[in-house]
């Protein structure tokens, strides 16, 4: 019986280790569906579908690749295929494309398989510590597509959990953005409370020149502001209603340094808020799908250079900045905020 027991047990971890084998091949088929607009072009198709080869043709793909990623997307059941049409499902739909929700994941495909892109050297770095020097600009450009999920979860659920904050940017209050990436929180604020003026702060150059473009091409200029400048050292001293570090202090060098001149920027009556991913606090914590993500994602943390933390690690950043302790607001989403209010 144990002997049964035993085979039983191999043959479910066969299984399940399969399936996440096949999970590898599954992000690859969903970042090309993004990067070459292949789901677009279905869901465009409507109810009726499109047959593969007009597929590779309106994305500008040859035939039989586009053909193998049907059949590969179909496997996966991320497609409907009849055998002549494809079709893609509205919740594929939802998920993958729909990027004002927090539910949004295409974001995080073409993150991880960008980021993959720069692991030949990860073996090296588990044995001699010593990790990547710099991220190429496509990593730059592929987290600004995962950014969009924080920033429908920001409008989506913080503002819910903030309402005196949101009545504040509708009054018309002044917003820095610390280390904005792209930009594309600053303009989303921006459209969705027009008597905002916002600063957007970053230092990474590729980051600072398409903040700058998305900024301009949005019509914006006259009400956002991008500056290329160190975090540690902002020159703001009580400017802001609103502080915002969005999935960035544990990016940062130095967080605690970064978050002491985030806070000196907060004008009286006006709050700091740090929008983040936390780490399981606990073994039991991190038994689960979201730990399981969020582990993996902090293997590429350390070999950039950086760190994620948990709850308790975010709150040590208030303490050795010398900031007060936060209040700490669990999301729906997963997401944490924390959060200071100045008094006025």
Known sequence: MPTDDRAMATDDRFDELAQRLGGFYLSWVIYLGLELGLFERIRAAGGAGIAPGDLANAAGCAAEPVDTWVRAAHASEIVGFDGERVTLPAETASVLLDDTRPEYLGGQFVAAVVSSLDYATLPDFFRTGRGIAERPPRFHRAIEAVTVQDIAVFFQEGLAQLPDLAARLAAGGRVLDVACGGGKWLIAVAQRFPATTLVGVEFEPDSVARAMRHVTEAGLESRIRIEARD???????????????????????????????????????????????????TLEESQSLQAELLWGIQI?????????????????????????????IDLLSGATIFTVERSV
């Open 231 to 281: 975090t540690v050292a902002m020159p703001f001293d009580g400017e802001f209603d609103l502080v915002y570090l969005q999935d960035a202090l544990h990016e940062l060098a130095d967080p605690a340094a970064s978050l002491r001149s985030s806070w000196q920027a907060v004008a009286p009556g006006g709050r700091l808020v740090v929008l983040d991913w936390c780490l399981p606090s």
């Open 300 to 328: 590429d943390e350390l070999f950039q250079g950086t760190q994620m933390y948990t709850r308790e690690g975010f709150i040590g950043i208030f303490d050795a900045a010398e900031v007060p302790g936060p209040a700490v």
